[in-house]
């Protein structure tokens, strides 16, 4: 006589959880990135071992304080664009009130703000080449200028990336009959990178304005 075997039922509402293969493609992707950066970085530390001399000249005509201005920009956009995450998880890509309400704005006006703090952030950047320039600091002037240059450029070429990438987020959210769970997800992935050339910068900071 055999004995039946059951499997035991599956509690109602439990999921396997799987990982969102675009988020986790995303991070494989930073991580490279970062791998990439850390070159850059290493640039600097070796520039600065090799010639002390010309490093303390060069950092002598840098804008600190325009650039720490920027800096808390840049970190506040970062606060800006998480809001906008909790707002595309809440599955609402505008905004429910007025818009002075803050509390009831979506995705839309906060990845706005981020935006244009983002801008803002670039636009300060070119300002500060145009000085360096017009005093000499040109990327072929010596290998201060080619790090400097090298290193703030990528950067800001993957900040104006990211500000693209807002604009296609903001873009799909307002002609979407339905802002679901693919758009939500699509808003989450964009906020990774925006984080990501944050913390960039906050190193970058430290290395090329702070260490002098």
């Known amino acids: ?109 906060w990845f706005a703000l981020t935006f244009l703090m983002g801008a803002v952030f670039v636009s300060v950047q070119v300002y500060e080449y145009s000085v360096l320039v017009s005093e000499g600091v040109t990327i072929a002037a010596n290998a201060y200028g080619s790090a400097f240059y090298i290193t703030t450029g990528f950067h800001a070429i993957h900040v104006t990336g990211g500000l693209i990438a807002f604009l296609f987020i903001m873009g799909r959210a307002y002609v979407a009959k339905r802002f679901g769970h693919y758009e939500a997800t699509s808003a989450i992935v964009v906020s990774y990178y925006w984080h990501f050339v944050d913390v960039v910068w906050i190193v970058l900071f430290i290395l090329v304005y702070f260490i002098q």
């Open 1 to 109: 006589m055999t004995t039946a075997t059951h499997t035991p039922a599956k509690p109602v509402g439990a999921n396997i959880n799987r990982p969102n293969l675009t988020s986790v493609g995303t991070i494989v992707w930073l991580s490279s990135e970062v791998m990439f950066f850390a070159g850059l970085f290493a640039m600097y530390f070796t520039l600065r071992a090799t010639s002390p001399e010309l490093w303390g000249e060069m950092t002598s005509m840098l804008n600190v304080p325009l650039a720490l201005i920027n800096t808390i920009i840049l970190v506040l956009s970062s606060v800006t664009c998480q809001f906008g995450v909790f707002a595309a998880e809440r599955l609402q890509p505008r905004r429910t009130g007025s818009i002075f309400q803050f509390t009831k704005w979506g995705l839309t006006e």
